[in-house]
């Protein structure tokens, strides 16, 4: 479940004994999600107006309704991608069923170090805190309302510059539209209409809301190389690259990049040390 996380700190999600606990503005109301493991079944606990939501989507938020169909015999097709998919066998896709968290710790995440993004990102939420229900000390992500309100330089002493600020306020504003999509192709149609939004921050928020296996972060700054260097043993690769490489597995090429995340693959590195960024584009 670390995807619906920004960190062991984040301040709306803790792991705690065993225990993961979420917080989050359904569209029943605020709700926090306690699950534990337990004789081999997952338990799901409620708290708040919206603990009825989200328990009854807790199975997709731990990666249980995620389809895997057809891919153990895509998977086979490359010995790489075969032996990975046979050591994280139990590796599933979350599907949180939210979209404005995501889009809010996307957009922040945009052409900054993940240390910046993380910065931007707890003090966005702090600076807008609401308690979440429950018995754990949690914040609300911030209601998109409250966001789409806000002028962009309230954002600045977060570290956020106009230009994300902007980005965050106008999809605050369709927050709305955004959570009545249907599916990640309907949702990635709208984020993309959104200026300051491209192709990389969609596919972030889809992976995530909607447990989309197939969605490619084009425009990272490392999972070109990753991609490159673990499916044709290419030190550096471009996204037209990747995207080559990645083709004979779609339907689940997201899953891939996943895979090959998870194993903490990565491509060699040249030239002098550089600060760590996680992508090029929007």
Not at 71 to 82: D, I, Q
Not at 142 to 154: E, N
Not at 255 to 261: D, F, K, P, S
Request: aromatic fraction near 8%; glycine fraction near 10%.
């Amino acid at each position: 479940m670390r995807p619906l996380t920004f960190s062991p700190y984040d301040p709306c999600a803790r792991l705690i004994a065993g225990v993961f606990w979420w917080a989050a503005r359904t569209p029943d109301g605020p709700g926090t999600l306690a699950l534990r493991p337990e004789g081999g079944d997952l338990i799901a606990e409620g708290h708040g107006p919206g603990a009825g939501w989200m328990v009854e989507h807790a199975d997709a938020a731990a990666g249980l309704r995620d389809d895997l169909t057809g891919f153990a015999e895509l998977a086979a097709s490359h010995p790489v991608v075969a032996r990975l998919a046979s050591q994280q066998a139990g590796l599933r896709m979350p599907a949180s069923g939210l979209i404005f968290p995501r889009v809010l710790r996307a957009v922040l995440e945009q052409k900054v170090t993940g240390k910046e993004a993380y910065r931007g990102y707890a003090a966005t939420v702090r600076h807008f805190a609401e308690p979440a229900p429950g018995p754990l000390r949690l914040l609300l992500p911030p209601d998109p309302a409250v966001i789409a309100a806000a002028p962009y330089w309230v954002f600045h002493p977060f570290g956020v510059e106009q230009r994300r600020a902007e980005t965050l306020i106008r999809a605050a504003r369709m927050a709305d539209r955004l959570q009545r999509c249907a599916d990640s192709t309907q949702a990635t149609r709208l984020l993309r209409s959104i200026p300051g939004i491209g192709p990389w921050t969609a596919a972030e928020v889809v992976r995530v809301a909607y447990g989309d296996a197939d969605a490619v972060s084009v425009g990272d700054y490392h999972v070109p190389n990753t991609v490159a260097w673990a499916l044709a043993g290419e030190p550096r690769g471009d996204d037209a690259r990747m995207l080559e490489l990645l083709e004979p597995f779609r339907g689940h090429r997201g899953r891939v990049c996943w895979l090959l995340e998870a194993a903490a693959v990565q491509a060699p590195k040249f030239g002098p040390r550089a600060p760590i960024r996680s992508f090029a584009h929007y």
